[in-house]
């Protein structure tokens, strides 16, 4: 209440106004700047892009060197009335019908292995794909390339990792009521917790899949589910926003060896068995016959920026008004992704 601060408040009154008369003078003259500066006219670009090839090949130790290439197709050609949902595509089989109609089977596809021996991959027309006898070895370079004409010459290049050892260290059978919701009717009321352990190497980049199938023996039909269960850290994944074909939100089964590097880790699993009542042609009921498949997969780095992208494409609603969901690709003048990965593959029989 002293004279000194009612004088200091009555001096400082004009220029606090003025300054507020200020900042309203800018606030005003920044929204006609932005109103004015929106009207953009977005044009409607026509141009055509080159064709290009689109060369998609999973090198696996386990079987021959095989490849998939077909034209690259625009989504201009496609109508708001062909999207559809990620699922549809897999249970559909819409797959085969989209190879069938852009496949080129003239295509010469080569496959050069460690710069030195070079392999042609000749046309399959039952499997819509090009093959050779060429196994690949853990820590083959190999460069795939294919050519057509009209289209320049696609290649990439990967390097076939090697597989790490898995080890099963417990499993366990657990009671937990299913749900309908979320399962199908083959499913039983046990999962199956099973604890595994691996060592990643050092002062290297790693990358991983797991996979997890659950089968069983049911009349004389077989029945699989590849979805598993985990809350270890090396699963999360934060930008799945949602679950897909039976898999948590925010869990995926690719990972890398970025909290884990150079270590001894174990880590935990859960799978629900399925259901088997197997019966035999005299009519006899024998044992039951369910097992869980584990694959460690060591897999190549672009394979799994590949799968992490398709992971987010699966979850990803899409429309005409959707924001496009970029596919990961390694195909140097063209498209598509050309991974590697070596395996270690255990049986768990119940």
């Known amino acids: 209440g002293c004279a000194t601060c009612r004088s200091c408040r009555r001096s400082t009154t004009p220029s606090n106004s003025k300054n507020a008369m200020n900042k309203i003078k800018y606030l005003l003259a920044l929204i006609v700047f932005l109103a004015t500066s929106c009207e953009i006219e977005l044009k409607n670009d026509d141009t055509e892009l080159p064709p290009e090839l689109t060369v998609n090949a999973l090198v696996s130790t386990d079987t021959i060197l095989t490849a998939t290439v077909t034209t690259a197709t625009s989504f201009k050609e496609f109508t708001i009335d062909e999207y559809i949902d990620f699922a549809d595509y897999e249970d559909k089989n819409f797959n085969d019908d989209l ?7 003239t295509t010469q596809v080569t496959a050069t292995v460690n710069g030195s021996d070079v392999y042609q991959l000749k046309y399959n027309a039952d499997n819509l794909n ?38 099963i ?17 083959t499913a039983q009321d046990t999962v199956a917790r ?12 790693n990358y991983y899949r797991l996979k997890v199938r659950s089968a069983g023996h049911l009349g004389s039909m077989y029945f699989f589910k590849d979805s598993f269960a985990s809350s270890d850290v090396i699963f999360k994944n934060v930008a799945l926003h949602k679950g897909y074909g039976g898999g948590a939100a925010g869990m995926s089964n690719v990972f890398s060896d970025y909290l884990i ?12 068995l399925r259901e088997t009542r197997p019966v035999h042609s005299n009519g006899s009921k024998g044992p ?3 097992w869980v498949d584990i694959e460690l997969q060591s897999i190549t780095p672009d394979f799994y920026h590949y799968l992490n992208s398709v992971w987010i494409y699966r979850i990803t609603d899409r429309d005409a008004y959707s924001e496009t969901v970029l596919i990961h690709s390694n195909v ?17 029989r119940f």
């Open 332 to 348: 140097d003048n063209g498209w598509g992704i050309v991974g590697a990965l070596a395996t270690e593959r255990h049986t768990i």
């Open 288 to 290: 039951e016959d369910k």
């Open 99 to 105: 190879v069938r109609l852009t496949v080129i089977p």
């Open 194 to 205: 099973i604890t595994l352990r691996f060592t990643d190497p050092s002062s290297e980049n």
């Open 261 to 272: 590097n150079g270590k001894t880790y174990d880590f935990v699993v859960e799978t629900r």
């Open 169 to 185: 260290v417990s499993c366990e059978r657990l009671y937990d009521p299913m749900s309908y919701d979320i399962d199908t009717n």
């Open 130 to 167: 090009f093959q050779c006898d060429y196994r690949p070895k853990e820590g083959d370079v190999i460069k795939i390339e294919a050519a057509a004409d009209g289209y320049p010459t696609a290649c990439a290049q990967v390097v076939v990792p090697q597989h790490q050892r898995l080890e």
